[in-house]
Nanobody, 120 residues
């Protein structure tokens, strides 16, 4: 089992920055891809960015040039640096991890979500 604990959300003015963190803990052999998704009211959950163990990244078009995803494999932690935030970035942001257990089974896990509100 893997537990994901997010932090770093909050209220920020347009043009501001926030840094989200997500730490994985529990019993697992390896955390593979880690990523951030978001869900705005009335909309479907969507991928923001993800990163594999080797550091290869993937971004939604809306995040390119403004957000940076990174990870620390020694801490099983993923980060999302969000700059030049816009009101349309307002959403609950969820951490996601793909983990392999000691029986070599893979499973996806979700964090509880952290609210990001961009408003003046």
């Amino acid at each position: 089992q893997v537990q994901l604990v997010e932090s770093g959300g909050g209220l920020v003015q347009p043009g501001g920055s926030l840094r989200l963190s997500c730490a994985a803990s529990g019993t697992f052999l390896r955390i593979n891809v880690m990523g951030w998704y978001r869900q705005a009211p009335g909309k479907q959950r969507e991928l923001v960015a993800d990163i594999n163990r080797g550091g290869r990244t993937n971004y939604a078009d809306s995040a390119k040039g403004r957000f940076t995803i990174s990870r620390d494999n020694t801490r099983n932690t993923v980060y999302l640096q969000m700059n030049s935030l816009k009101p349309e970035d307002t959403a609950v942001y969820y951490c996601n991890a793909d983990a392999t257990d000691y029986e070599l089974a893979q499973a996806h896990y979700w964090g509880q979500g952290t609210q990001v509100t961009v408003s003046s």
